[in-house]
């Protein structure tokens, strides 16, 4: 077996060996097909208030720029769908991915610890690692690592686990073996296009970041616009709907990270006691969570928002 082989063999097995649900490699090439898309969906504005997104839009197509020299990107899935739901299934709804300890700091973990592991048993490498912290287009390079396929509600879907699970990347000057992108199974379907409550999924593959749940919940700083008034289906921290609704979710399975699992006060938590919610309640069940990105001001803001 050759080195490239080899190093590929050893950074797979180590990453399932982490917990991760699987890995990809490809390339690390200038992301000639996302330019023009990225391009027009800033332009049309798409990305509302999101600013950052326009930031650095060379070092988001290509990785040479975050890593000179970089021959390879290593992308990582990790699976958080949970076991349990809150009771209450009149309360306030939370995105999935919020439930448990915030995902920035497990992956991290994990990604320091592969990193860690690629330079005892491979040697000198040069490399980052990537989960939201820096301009890396994840669904496109994990798509590209035939990890899955970039669906109609414009995130990452595989055949056998659908698309609750988080992106992650290493960024290395090693060289790998790459592997293939696999083809769309989408087909006619358009359950996530209809579902969308805000109409936010404005072409198939193409959403309007300023128009979605999320977008609103946890990106946008100022007031919600009253026009979207009763139209949020209960979500106040992000929105899961077009994953809910897509078939290949129903081969979803529980994750196995102890780190993602949720407060149980979040669980039992009733509709009266999220609108009577207290500042130090709030620190309580939201301790390591996502969920403070919104800080109690963001989350009682969106509270109020959903009350007809």
Known sequence: MDFKSTHTELIKNEAKRLGFLS???????????EAPRLEQWLKKNMHGEMQYMENHFDKR?????????????????????PSKEPYDKTA???SKYAYG?????????????????????????????????APV???????KSGLGWIGKNSNLITKDTGSFYFIAELILDLPLNY?????????????CIDACPTGAIVDPYVVDGSKCISYFT??????????FKGSFENWMFGCDICQD????????????????????????????????????????????????????????????????
């Open 101 to 133: 300890t915030d995902y920035h700091f497990v992956i991290k973990e994990k990604l320091k610890q592969l990193l860690e592991f690629i330079y005892q048993e491979i040697g000198e490498v040069s490399g980052r690692a990537f989960v939201d912290s």
């Open 92 to 94: 306030p709804k939370i």
């Open 137 to 143: 287009l994840d669904k496109a390079w994990a798509a």
């Open 245 to 308: 609704v897509c078939p290949w979710n129903r081969f979803s399975k529980a994750h196995s990270e102890p780190l993602f699992n949720p407060n149980n006060k979040l669980l039992s938590m009733s509709k009266s006691e999220w609108e009577e919610i207290t500042e130090d309640l709030f620190q309580e069940i939201f301790k390591k969570s996502a969920v403070k990105r919104a800080k109690f001001s963001g989350l009682t803001r969106n509270i109020n928002f959903l009350k007809i």
């Open 179 to 191: 592997d293939t992108p696999t083809t769309d199974h989408c087909g006619t379907c358009t359950a």
């Open 61 to 81: 197509l290509d990785p040479t720029k975050l890593v000179e020299d970089s021959k390879s990107v290593v992308s990582l899935l990790l699976n958080y769908f």
């Open 23 to 33: 890995c990809g490699i490809s390339k690390a090439d200038f992301l000639e097909e």
């Open 218 to 227: 946890i990106e946008l700083k100022n007031e919600i616009p009253s026009s």
